[in-house]
Nanobody, 124 residues
């Protein structure tokens, strides 16, 4: 089992920044993908970004490209989501997720492990 715990959510004004962290513990796979998803009220959970174990490949949703950056520190078992130029439409619960393998996928069903989520609220 892999346990994921997010932190760093909060309330920010439009145009502001937040950094989310995801701490990973438990059994670790030699190669796995880390992703961030979000779910706004009344909407389905959607892909935000993901990164390979080496960090060599990152994929972003069009809605966050150029504003959000995913990164990882494998020695510390931590993953990050730096969010800049936040917009009210970025308001959602953000989830960290993990899947064994080497291919970045955007579907929620591809990810085996999930954190409990952290709320991000962007005021206009």
């Amino acid at each position: 089992q892999v346990q994921l715990v997010e932190s760093g959510g909060g309330l920010v004004h439009a145009g502001g920044s937040l950094r989310l962290s995801c701490a990973v513990s438990g059994r670790t796979f030699s190669r796995y993908i880390m992703g961030w998803f979000r779910q706004a009220p009344g909407k389905q959970r959607e892909f935000v970004t993901a990164i390979t174990w080496s960090g060599g490949v990152t994929v972003y949703a069009d809605s966050v490209k150029g504003r959000f950056t995913i990164s990882r520190d494998n020695t510390a078992n931590l993953f990050y989501l730096q969010m800049n130029s936040l917009k009210p439409e970025d308001t959602a619960v953000y989830y960290c997720a993990a899947r064994p393998g080497t291919t970045v996928l955007r579907t929620t069903t591809a990810y085996s492990y999930w954190g409990q989520g952290t709320q991000v609220t962007v005021s206009s």
